[in-house]
Every structure is written in C-alpha cells, then in structure tokens.
C-alpha cells in the first residue's frame, strides 16, 4: 500500500506535502510526513511497528495510550504550578479516522503516526558537561512522570529485558555448543573475556537480589536511554523530552540510569579499536547525576540510591556479557560488518566495566554529594 494513503487514514488537518524517510533508528520503519494548509504547518512521524522485534505490534501501543495519557495528564497539572524551569513535551498518539490509535495495511502490518517534538533534536554522543546535564534531566523527568504510574498498567513489550541472570543462563547455553568452544580455544582474548566474566557472576545479579529481598521497588524505565533519545531544545539547549516509548517496560529504573550512563560516560564509543581510549569521563558523569537528580530526586529512596554504583558497574558488564554471547553464538543478535566485531564490542564494554571499578570510590563519593 502507498504510504501517503496509509497517512490519509489519520485524522490530520491539510494537505500532506512530503512524505520522507527519517531518523536513523534501527528498529521501527520510519517516515516524517509534512501537512499544510493556508495558515499552518504540521510535522508528524508514520512508523511500521516491527514485528520482528515487537510480535504484538497492537499491544505495543495499549502501551502507548496508557503511558502518554499518564504522562500528559501529569504534565498538564505540573504546568499550572510553575513547578519545571522549561516546557516538557511528549509525543502524542494521532488518532485514525476509524477512532483507533493506529491502522493496518493490507499486509497486516500495523501503522501510527505520532507527533513530532518540533525545534528539538538529539545528538549521537554527549557534547560536554552541560549537555550531559540536560541528558539527566530529561532521563530524571521522565521517571518522575512515570514513577506513580504502576508497573501492571503496561505488559512488558521485552520480557527478560535487562534480567542479566537470563543473560548469563543464555551465555552458559551457548559454552555447551561446539561451535563456541571452537571459538574460545582459538582466541586467548576471547579466553582472556569467559574468565573476565567467571570472576564477576556473583555482582552480575546483586540488583535482583535487592529486588527480590523488597530493598528495591519496581517501577518504569525507558529501556532505550541511548543520547539520540534525548531531545534537546534547538533555542535554550535545554532537555525537552524523551522519545521511542515503545521499551517502556515494568522494571528498576536503575537499569535506565546504568544504560545512559554507560553510553554518555565513554566518549571513545562502543566500536572502538584501541581499548586504551576507554575510560569513564567522571566530568560527565557528574554533570549527568547532578541533572538527573534534580528531577528525579523526590520520589527515590534512600535503598535506590545505595544500588546507584551496582547499576552503573552492571550496565556495561550486562551488555558485554550480551555482545560476547552473540560472538561465541555466531553473531545471531547483533549486526556485524566484519568478522570479530562482536568480540571487540564485549573487550571495550569490560574495559569501561573495569575503568569503572578503578573509579569506585571517586563515583561513590560522587554520588554521596548529591
């Protein structure tokens, strides 16, 4: 079906003008499609859910409708008490024509157009201390929204999403296979990595175990904290809104603020070659917290900060063990250009794992004075 009659069955005022690809993500099928009419311009984004990734593209946005409706009307009530020191925004669901929150093609694919978040965009990688502040913002705003919405008004879109137990079950599966005892006996490094990972099992669960023993309470994290999610305002340079709802998902918010500290804290980035690069930037680390904190300071408790260092030491681990597994697996998961790439993604995760744990003082000290 032609995409500029999938957008016409939305209910959007104007004529549509242009209907492109957009965006670089990796999962959904995305485009920007631009409305007019004599007096105004409307920007919005069609996407093809998934199914590869999302097997119920129909529950993914029951998911939606619950979160921004929550969100909006939190938003709004916030917005009356002068509470925020900018506007925040949020995508907003365009409704079919039919009354549904998305349509579907004559190939069963499932459809939406959402709002786009207009003079505001995010970036690859953290551009400085301010920007990682605003990044912590955002991330702390958006678990303030979500942080009275309970964790069974969602089914979780990833099950077994961040439980790195079932990670590490997945990675002892995958050491009974010839083919990954083939690989480890060839390779020191890769050698050098399974003992790397033997070392920390018992660390690698301490966040579940906190959870199971009632000291930490599940509540919504993003599930995608990645800086290209952060939106940025164009004229303050203020954070504004975070985007791609769709791994919303029952859980610790810790695993949110491990992951984007993961991401923002390592300039050198998950390809690179020479390991020597990788470090945890402390200087964005603490402009990220102090931002983050400020927002999401008044509904954590004082267990949750306590497991704040666990998440960012595990956050790294958890990805590397996941890069590692799907090398020794045959590099089923993650793409690859290049034979090894996998292998060299785990080496820079445990490097920035170990950078960390070098760090852990100066990081708890850190934390103790927010």
């Not at 859910?49 to 916030?78: G, S, W, Y």
């Not at 919405?149 to 002892?172: C, K, N, V």
């Not at 309470?217 to 999610?229: A, E, L, S």
Request: hydrophobic share 40%; charged share 25%.
């Amino acid at each position: 079906m032609e995409l500029a009659l999938l957008v016409n069955r939305f209910n959007v005022k104007g004529r549509l003008v242009t209907l492109v690809p957009f965006g670089n993500g990796n999962i959904n099928d995305t485009f920007l499609a631009v409305f007019r009419n004599t007096f105004t311009e409307t920007q919005l984004v069609l996407q093809r859910i998934n199914r590869n990734v999302f097997p119920c593209p129909e529950q993914i946005m029951a998911n939606m409708h619950a979160i921004t409706l929550h969100c909006h009307e939190k938003l709004e009530r916030d917005s009356a008490t002068d509470r925020d020191d900018r506007v925040w925004q949020m995508p907003r669901i365009i409704k079919a024509k039919d009354g549904a929150d998305f349509t579907v093609d004559d190939k069963g694919e499932v459809w939406r157009v959402i709002t786009r978040i207009l003079s505001a965009h995010g970036f690859d990688t953290a551009q400085s201390p301010e920007h990682a502040l605003e990044c912590g913002a955002a991330l702390g705003h958006f678990h303030y929204l979500v942080s009275d919405m309970s964790p069974t008004a969602i089914e979780d879109p990833l099950p077994g999403f961040h439980i790195t137990s079932g990670y590490l079950a997945r990675y002892d599966e995958t050491l009974e296979d010839p083919h990954a005892r083939e690989l480890l006996g060839a390779s020191m490094e890769a050698r050098r990595l399974a003992k790397y990972i033997e070392e920390r099992r018992m660390f690698a669960v301490s966040l579940e175990r906190a959870e199971a023993a009632g000291e930490l309470k599940k509540r919504m994290f993003h599930g995608d904290p990645k800086v290209n999610n952060i939106m940025i305002d164009d004229f303050t340079g203020k954070g504004t809104a975070m985007i791609d709802l769709d791994t919303v998902s029952p859980g610790l918010v810790h695993m949110d603020l491990g992951d984007a500290v993961r991401s923002i804290c390592n300039p050198a980035g998950e390809e690179e070659l020479n390991l020597g690069k990788v470090a945890f930037d402390e200087t964005l680390f603490l402009a990220f917290m102090r931002g983050y904190m400020k927002e999401a300071g008044s509904f954590l408790t004082d267990a949750d900060r306590a497991y704040f260092y666990d998440a960012i030491r595990l956050l790294p681990f958890e990805l590397g063990l996941r890069f590692f597994q799907d090398y020794l697996a045959g590099d089923r998961y993650f793409k690859v250009r290049q034979p090894g790439q996998n292998l060299n993604r785990a080496r820079v995760q445990f490097r920035l794992c170990e950078s960390i744990e070098a760090r852990e003082r100066s990081i708890r000290d850190m934390l103790r004075q927010l």
